[in-house]
């Protein structure tokens, strides 16, 4: 059995999720995820050594060199073959945040809903929201559903859990202006103002999906 990875720490969500050559790309894209993403910053624009990183994300050098080589061979990919580059996954922790090793990761096309999970509802408060349903879903019907932990963190932490997560439809009950505002930022779609068992309104969506 093999064991379980070492979330790594990381300071906070990026600010920029993805990039792409400006004259179009070959269609492919390449995942960074967010422990790499943390050794470049590190490494790369804050000059730490590579033992000062390993420090500051809670793991041995020999893992900080491992996550550091994988990230810039992602890069380096992505510049040369024209890739998109995408920030997301990884196992990593940001002191409350839960740890996306938590997440599942999403298969090849499927999409991504998210809904506040209360007790088999949507919970009708977005920035109080303790768990997610994920469902992941493709051609129209839900291939699995997962409930994950948030440790009851910031409205916008849970912006940033959510979009680490590859979420691309966000349903739920109320939510505030800056929440709403922050997931815009995203790029993650959003219907609020909804009430009923989670398994009935990600349905109906997924009804008015089909039919739009």
């Not at 730490?48 to 050098?61: F, H, I, L, N």
Request: glycine share 10%; proline share 4%; aromatic share 6%.
């Amino acid at each position: 059995m093999p064991r379980p990875k070492t979330c790594r720490r990381i300071c906070s969500y990026p600010s920029y999720w993805s990039f792409a050559p400006e004259d179009g790309h070959c269609g492919e894209s390449v995942q960074l995820m967010l422990d790499e993403y943390e050794a470049i910053r590190l490494i790369d624009h804050q000059k730490m050594t590579q033992e000062e990183c390993a420090e500051a994300m809670g793991v041995s050098r020999a893992t900080v060199t491992s996550i550091y080589e994988s990230a810039r061979a992602k890069l380096a990919d992505a510049l040369i073959s024209g890739k998109q580059l995408r920030i997301s996954g990884g196992a990593y922790r940001i002191d409350d945040v839960p740890a996306a090793a938590e997440v599942p990761e999403k298969e090849p096309g499927t999409a991504r809903v998210a809904v506040p999970y209360d007790d088999g509802q949507v919970g009708q408060h977005f920035g109080r929201a303790e768990q997610f349903a994920f469902c992941d879903v493709a051609d129209g019907t839900v291939r699995h559903t997962r409930v994950v932990e948030t440790g009851g963190v910031s409205r916008i932490a849970l912006v940033g859990f959510l979009r680490a997560a590859e979420v691309d439809t966000l349903l739920c009950g109320g939510i505030g202006e800056n929440a709403r505002n922050a997931l815009c930022s995203t790029g993650i779609r959003m219907e609020s103002g909804l009430t009923g068992s989670i398994e009935e309104v990600v349905e109906a969506y997924l009804k008015d999906t089909k039919e739009s």
